[in-house]
Nanobody
């Protein structure tokens, strides 16, 4: 069973930065797609960013392009989300997720970590 554990959330002022990490275990294939999603109060969960577990191409929601960066730390088996120039509208619970491949639903989810951006 794949396990994902997020960390790094917190409270930050607008314009600040935070780095989220997702510790992944039991990912048995390099074809997995790792994604970050977020859900704000009263809103549906939305896609933020994704990348192949094996590395390579990345994808971002338009709302975070140029501000957020998804990356992998091979040595630590983690996927990170570096968030810069944060805005109050970035406030949400952020989730790490894994899918077995492109076009396959995200099957595994972490417990989420709260990010709050004050104005």
């Amino acid at each position: 069973q794949v396990q994902l554990v997020e960390s790094g959330g917190g409270l930050v002022q607008a314009g600040g930065s935070l780095r989220l990490s997702c510790a992944a275990s039991r990912l048995t294939s390099s074809t997995y797609i790792m994604g970050w999603f977020r859900q704000a109060p009263g809103k549906e969960r939305e896609f933020v960013a994704s990348m192949r577990w094996s590395g390579g191409s990345t994808n971002y929601a338009d709302s975070v392009k140029g501000r957020f960066t998804i990356s992998r730390d091979n040595a630590k088996n983690t996927v990170s989300l570096q968030m810069n120039s944060l805005k109050p509208e970035d406030t949400a619970v952020y989730y790490c997720a894994a899918a077995r491949g492109i076009g396959i639903r995200y099957e595994y989810w972490g417990q989420g970590t709260q990010v709050t951006v004050s104005s």
